[in-house]
């Protein structure tokens, strides 16, 4: 990596363990937003979102939440907020080379306003901080318009998992971006 572009990314991401993603106001499409790591106390929010996100199904309870935010390293769970409240939030955790995106959810009142493409470039900074080979990810084959992100942001289709989702073993389409 050039040392430049390392040099600019730690303006973003402090290397001190367990790795820190410092909170600050960001424009996106010309509104300001908090961006911060979210913590055990936003489980309520996030479990809210993906509410309203899915029609209140929660593919995550909220102890898988909680014990995803306790891990120390290794991870990154990043939310927008305005006004306290949360908009949109990634989750991602890197093993063996490859940053993998756990969730990412935007409220639908918010979505096509950039948040989650802006998410998603985050993500791609912890990975490469990470000195990730891949960035990854699932998601439904009938999830089109969120595939069409993703393929914009330079992820690929892997393979399809077959019955992957418990709730109507719709398969999922596995997506890489190589790093
Ligand atoms: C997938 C998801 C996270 C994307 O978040 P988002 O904030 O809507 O994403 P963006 O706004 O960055 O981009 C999405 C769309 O908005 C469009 N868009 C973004 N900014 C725009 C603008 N200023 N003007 C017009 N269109 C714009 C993008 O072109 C894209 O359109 P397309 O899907 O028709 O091609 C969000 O839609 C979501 O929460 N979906 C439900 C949950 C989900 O499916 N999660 C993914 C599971 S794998």
Known sequence: MLKKFKEFLQLFFSTREPLTYPEQQVTIH???????????????????????VYFNEHPWTRGTYIHEL????????????LDSQ???????????????????????ALQSNGLGSWLIDEVE??????????????????????QRLYRRKGFV???VKYNYYDDSAEDALDMVKYL
């Not at 306790?70 to 907020?81: D, E, P, T, V």
């Not at 955790?93 to 990412?104: E, P, Q, W």
């Not at 900074?125 to 998601?139: N, T």
């Open 30 to 52: 010309g509104q300001l937003y908090l961006a911060r790591q979210l913590e055990v106390v936003d489980v309520d929010q996030v479990f809210a979102l993906e509410g309203d």
């Open 125 to 146: 900074k912890f990975a490469i901080m990470w000195q990730c080979e891949s960035m990854s990810l699932e998601v439904r084959v009938s999830n089109l318009s969120a």
């Open 157 to 159: 289709s892997r393979k």
């Open 86 to 108: 949360l908009l949109g939030f990634v989750g991602c955790r890197v093993a063996s080379g490859d940053c993998h995106i756990t969730n990412v959810a935007v409220k639908p």
């Open 70 to 81: 306790r891990q120390s390293k290794s991870k990154l769970y990043l939310g927008l907020f």
